[in-house]
């Protein structure tokens, strides 16, 4: 076993001890004071000139002049805002005292090998209906193939397309006028192709309307509008114009070249005014 060493420590105390004291002091200086004067800053001024107040010039309609077509567009307006509130009126009555609600009538069911989205349905006399089969969007030109299905009681009639249909119209004589995507009209009577010519638009066409129960207007992309003539088994173009980029505001040209054609992508009217949207504009025509 080994022996552990022993260590003392000693830690002297502080109580009672004596307390060493020091006195110190400090000198200031003395505060010296001194006025000084100064010159006050200039105000800012700012004034304002008005005009003097002169009287109001009273306007008078005398001198303006409105040519008469204005005063019956103005009327035939009015007459037809008054015909519209009769059937407001009727229909308002109508919802007040009966229940409206949706009745199923007819179920069309398509093969289901069919591929083509629907673009478009059509609805005519007695009861018959045409789906327009195809693509509604082109980059350029249309390289797809497209089909018109025409239901009519329990008979279906298949119209093949070499290109996609973007409008079609039930003619009064039972006929169907199909229009495409690459600038073709086309005549059909029950499925079975009558006329079809491309010289009239050379772009998709984008509306067919009737202006009577024999004239057509189409319009399309090429910036044409033109008026046909519905035969027994064609369609005979009569009066054709078209939208240039000289019709266009000059703030929305692109183009120095006036007499660019300018698409047109929608049509909407009666009777022979119509409102045309353009690609870069918007104007209407009267035919």
């Known amino acids: ?70 005063i019956d567009m103005i009327l035939e307006g009015i007459e037809d805002a008054s015909r519209m509130n009769k059937y407001f009126e009727k229909l308002e009555a109508f919802r007040k005292t009966e229940k409206l609600q949706l009745v199923l009538i007819k179920r069309i069911k398509l093969e289901s090998n069919e591929k083509l989205p629907i673009v478009g349905i059509k609805c005519g006399r007695n009861g018959r209906i045409a789906l327009l089969l195809g693509h509604s969007q082109h980059e350029s030109w249309c390289f797809h193939t497209g089909k018109i299905l025409i239901f009519h009681k329990n008979h279906t009639t298949n119209i093949p397309l070499a290109s996609c249909p973007t409008q079609l119209l039930f003619a009064p004589q039972q006929q169907v006028i199909v229009a495409t995507a690459s600038g073709e009209i086309i005549l059909t009577f029950e499925g079975e192709i009558l006329w079809q010519s491309d010289s009239i638009h050379s772009q998709g066409i984008t509306c067919l309307r009737w202006v009577s129960p024999n004239l057509l207007f189409s319009a399309g992309l090429d910036g044409r509008l033109v008026i046909s003539s519905l035969k027994a088994t064609s369609l005979e173009a009569i009066k054709s114009s078209s939208i240039t980029v000289s019709d266009l505001p000059r703030s929305m040209r692109r183009s120095n070249t006036s007499s660019r054609r300018t698409g047109i992508v929608g049509i909407a009217g009666s009777k022979r005014d119509y409102f045309l949207a353009g690609k870069f504009c918007f104007g209407a025509v009267q035919i």
């Open 1 to 70: 076993m080994q022996e552990s060493g022993t260590f003392t420590l000693s830690i002297p105390s502080s109580w009672n001890a004596e307390v060493e004291k020091i006195d110190a002091s400090m000198e200031t200086m003395p505060m010296l004071q001194r006025e000084v004067g100064c010159d006050p800053m200039k105000p800012f001024h700012a004034s304002t000139q008005t005009e003097t107040t002169t009287m109001e010039e009273r306007l008078s309609a005398r001198g303006i002049l409105i040519s008469k077509e204005t």
